[in-house]
């Protein structure tokens, strides 16, 4: 018999979380219960060897962090070691966590058999900070069902005024405390979000079963008190997902927390295109959205704003998506349809995923070739062994000869490689021509980091950034099956954990290209044009953020390129544009020929594979179009 499938409502509802902890009678099975302590001493230090091997010879920031932070997470397992059996379980998984978290790397994370996979811990409103960081407003910008809020005051547009009786700013600083984030203001961006979104599988609950909310309708307004209920629900993964075991999985930058939370987001306020993803018909949105296969990862409309007209906006919610080649095909049917006046390509809070996903779209977006990020090992005796051993032969075999060649000349750290292949990130090209900005902002993360890093460094357009930088998080992640398999075979082996418990950690550290080659992402992030959101923007669709990086937009050079080509001719019309040269598949067709704007008829090429249509502007390469012949 087939399993009903949960209404939208009882997914958004899930459980209490005093269910859990045993306050309240539960009659849903599918809530585990609180575990009782059942790790012996052998497997606690098995888990803690494991993690020490890790850090000490794979953790590719552990010089970074120990000079950054001052602490040496190695030396502090070693200790724990010495009493790991005189604590109790639960204890001993939150010192473990503590470990960890105080790297202050959300690449980096420990779950422990208490975690449950999958799940979120949520409190069914959305609150947003606008306003100077000197001064901020939080305000509620969403709210979860009726039925899961008792109090018809508590609506978008409420301020916040206390936490369990704290300052709510208060509150938000003590809790950024124990949040990762290299950088204070990634650690409070998080923070704010933590506090009503928590993973569970990569964090403990909350510490309060429920919380007493203070607020207002408006400055000056009659103080008001909720109590809201801490849940439990499970957001699931998308479809379109890297799947774990896929030869993409050992590619990715994501942080794993980040993607569970946006999903959970997503249940809660934008329930119908959660429980519709996976069924395109039923995608109904309102008629400024244009439809796309990757509903999880994808929107994309046409804005009007006073300076500039219409402008096209793409948000990108995440780069957690399996098929990079549909992926970029798909961003590139999106552009494709959007005025060429100027493009906004909004990545706030998008928290990573597949690199190749996020580096392959930065084409689609200039005229010129595009230069990955380059990623190196740490050189230790563990990394060497690992790239030796046959079966990472494949993954790791352009680092093996600066790992060997680090034994001489001492240095910490492997060659720096791309891991997106150089001609990935030319073999589409470019595909929207007119001026482009990006919006980044704290919750930016890993793949994200790396896409406004690769937008900054390759000259593709400015970068507007909500906050001093984006998250700071650079590296490519491998979970500790992934680590296991790898070490297999090795003198660096590591022992099988416990059921349960599990790892995240930060593999193949990311830095710059361009005029920033060679600088690290971790805990530096990507710095933009500082903008601080408002009112309007939080509660009006960004209204005000289109507007200010539409006048961005109006003050870049503009031209424009459009090819047509036809059983006979070629169809090339152009603006702002002096110069035009053809190639096909490589070779220059014709010499280079002057243009005015408007429209050029030229005869079809006879032969060849692919056109290429280049076209300059005052000598410097502003447009160009790749087309294939055959």
């Known amino acids: 018999m087939a399993t009903k499938t949960p209404s939208l409502l009882k997914s958004q509802t899930g459980v209490l979380l005093a269910e859990r902890a045993g306050l309240l009678k539960t009659t849903h099975a599918k809530l585990p219960a609180a575990p009782e302590d059942h790790l012996d001493a052998a497997e606690r230090e098995v888990i803690i060897d494991a993690l020490r091997t890790a850090l000490a010879g794979a953790y590719c920031h552990l010089h970074q962090k120990r000079a950054g932070y001052a602490n040496d997470p190695v030396q502090a397992l070693a200790l724990l070691r010495t009493h790991a059996a005189d604590m109790s379980e639960a204890e001993f998984h939150m010192i473990v966590t503590g470990i960890v978290v105080d790297l ?70 003590i809790h950024a405390d124990r949040e990762t984030g290299g950088r204070p203001d990634a650690r409070l961006a998080r923070a704010l979000e933590s506090l009503t979104f928590r993973s569970l599988q990569y964090g403990p609950p909350p510490d309060e079963l429920w919380v007493d909310i203070g607020f207002r309708d408006g400055p000056g307004k009659k103080r008001r008190e909720v109590r809201i209920p801490w849940r439990i629900v499970w957001p699931g993964r998308p479809a379109t997902g890297v799947r774990a075991g896929a030869h993409t999985a050992l590619r990715v930058a994501v942080s794993p927390a980040a993607e569970q939370v946006r999903r959970a987001k997503k249940l809660m306020f934008s329930g119908k295109e959660w429980r519709a993803e996976n069924r395109r018909a039923e995608m109904a949105r309102d008629t400024g ?75 689609l977006f200039t005229p010129h070739k595009v230069a990955p990020t380059r990623f190196s090992l740490v050189a230790t005796p563990l990394t060497r062994a690992m790239a030796r051993s046959a079966f990472n032969r494949m993954e790791l075999e352009p680092w093996i000869s600066s790992l060997e060649s680090a034994i001489s ?16 990130c030319d073999d589409v090209g470019q595909r929207y021509g ?76 990311a830095v710059r290209s361009g005029d920033a080659a060679g600088v690290p992402i971790e805990d530096l992030g990507i710095a933009g044009i500082p903008y601080a959101m408002t009112r309007r923007d939080v509660l009006d669709g960004n209204a005000d953020l289109i507007d200010w990086c539409a006048q961005l937009l109006s003050g870049a050079p503009y031209s424009s390129l459009r090819v047509t080509l036809g059983k006979s001719d070629l169809t090339v019309t152009t603006a702002g544009l002096d110069e035009l040269e053809l190639y096909v598949d490589g070779r220059p067709l014709e010499a280079a020929r002057p243009i005015d704007d408007g429209v050029l008829k030229l005869p079809r090429p006879a032969a060849g594979g692919t056109l290429e249509i280049v076209c300059r502007r005052a000598g410097a390469v502003a447009q160009r179009r790749r087309i294939a012949l055959a």
């Open 434 to 509: 007119g001026p482009v900005v990006c919006v980044a902002d704290a919750n930016t993360y890993s793949s994200g980091d790396l896409f406004c890093a690769g937008f900054l460094d390759n000259e593709i357009g400015a970068l507007v950034c909500v906050g001093q930088a984006t998250g700071a998080g650079g590296a490519n992640v491998w979970t500790s099956h992934d680590l296991t398999d790898a070490l297999d075979g090795t003198e660096f082996a590591l022992p099988r954990l416990p059921d349960g418990v599990s790892f995240t950690m930060a593999f193949r550290r």
């Open 289 to 363: 959205w244009i439809e796309t296969r990757f509903p999880d990862a994808l929107s994309a409309r046409t804005y009007a704003t006073k300076a500039l007209g219409e402008v096209g906006y793409v948000r990108i919610w995440t780069f957690d998506v399996d098929d990079h080649e549909a992926f970029v095909d798909e961003v590139t049917r999106l552009v494709e349809q959007l005025p060429d006046t100027g493009l906004i390509v909004d990545v706030r809070g998008n928290p990573g995923g597949l690199i190749w996903a996020a580096e392959r779209l930065l084409q």
């Open 409 to 424: 000349t001492g240095e910490a750290y492997s060659q720096a490689l791309p891991i997106t292949d150089p001609s990935w």
């Open 104 to 173: 202050r790397d959300a690449h980096t994370l420990y779950a422990g058999p208490s975690s449950l996979a999958g799940a979120v811990a949520q409190l069914p409103f959305l609150v947003e900070q606008y306003g100077s960081t000197d001064a901020p407003s939080f305000l509620v910008t969403k709210v979860g069902h009726s039925k899961l809020i008792k109090d018809a005051n508590f609506r978008p547009g409420v301020l916040l005024d206390t936490w369990n009786g704290m300052p709510f700013e208060r509150a938000v600083a």
